[in-house]
């Protein structure tokens, strides 16, 4: 128990499964027996309980965020092929392979502890915190059929696919739930599908030191953003521009992904100046140093995807790229 006794029947220290199935559930239950190293002495309590709860509903809350944003994307007809998804749906993909290969091992090792915290951190870091965030733009302001949002509805359901079945040996009962709900035609039930396959999205090095270098200059970025929200110069991120300075070649910044900065960022605009270095600084190995300072938003808010844009007047209350999805 969490006082460090032991469970004992005729002690009535025991715990009855069906009483922690009837308060909490059959998943969370399962849930504990998976994340515990059995090879250890477990402990096992209300207050654990409350805690797993809490794992349990990020796993299902960002289950349930995919699949609002799938209600009208069909697979037979909507998925893009690999060959046309956006760099950061591309980096996605690639994320899920990497969690779903370990998750496949740690289950052929029986470390299924693994599987359960390494999914959790997917889904709270790479899938919440990181794209889910970025990528809400795309999802909630680009026109509905337009080729970003369908390769970022291609990511979100390959990944939802393969993270319902990793998860269906411990969540049995949650990953039914969610399978039943995905778009598309499926098997009866999650419990007759294998395990995902390897996705062919598989970043290289460069690319991978790409990503690493640009999520880097992004938590700088954030923290430039903190502060200047902190003493009152913006509310939201979209109410700045972020300048870049510095004699490096932003190409090579880059690493030939293709990023939108600005969205990456979630600010306005982003500008690079060859400039001396000022503001907070950053040194990456082989580009050197980045300056990183922010301005209030040049331009109006857009009153639809809220973005500053020096186009938007009292007269035409929102940007080029929204009037042109009106109409």
């Not at 032991?6 to 499964?17: D, I, Q």
């Not at 092929?81 to 950061?88: A, G, H, M, T, V």
Request: glycine share 8%.
């Amino acid at each position: 128990l969490e006082e460090g006794r032991k469970m004992s029947k005729s002690a009535g220290t025991g715990v009855s499964p069906q009483d922690v199935i009837k308060q909490h559930g059959a998943d969370i239950l399962r849930l504990w027996v998976s994340m515990v190293d059995y090879r250890d002495d477990m402990t096992f309590g209300n207050e654990i309980l409350i805690k797993i709860g809490d794992g349990y509903r990020k796993i299902r809350n960002t289950a349930r965020f995919l699949l609002a944003n799938l209600y009208d994307f069909d697979p037979s007809r909507d998925m893009v092929p690999s060959s046309e998804l956006q760099p950061i749906d591309v980096w996605l993909l690639s994320e899920a392979a990497d969690v779903f290969e370990r998750a496949r091992k740690a289950y052929d090792d029986f470390e299924f502890h693994f599987v359960y915290h390494r999914v959790l951190e997917f889904c709270t870091v790479q899938l919440s915190a990181v794209y889910a965030s970025i990528m809400k733009d795309a999802l909630y302001v680009e026109g509905s059929s337009s080729s970003v949002r369908r390769s970022s509805q291609t990511a979100m359901y390959r990944v939802l696919d393969g993270l319902v079945r990793i998860i269906a040996p411990i969540l049995s009962f949650t990953a039914d739930e969610i399978y039943e709900a995905m778009p598309g035609s499926r098997e009866g039930s999650v419990h007759l599908t294998q395990f995902p396959e390897d996705a062919p999205e598989r970043l290289t090095a460069q690319q991978r030191e790409a990503w690493d270098r640009l999520f880097r200059l992004r938590e700088s970025v954030s923290k430039v953003l903190e502060g200047a929200r902190g003493v009152g110069q913006i509310g939201q991120s979209l109410e700045a521009d972020i300048v870049l300075s510095g004699g490096f070649d932003m190409k090579q910044l880059l690493g030939g992904l293709g990023v939108d900065l600005a969205q990456l960022f979630i600010v306005s605009h982003v500008e690079h100046r060859s400039a001396a270095v000022v503001g907070d600084k950053i040194t990456f190995d082989g580009i050197g140093e980045v300056g990183i300072t922010m301005t209030p938003a040049s331009g109006v808010k857009c009153a639809r995807c809220w973005q500053y844009r020096d186009e938007v007047t009292p007269e035409q209350e929102i940007c080029h790229r929204c009037s042109a999805l009106v109409a």
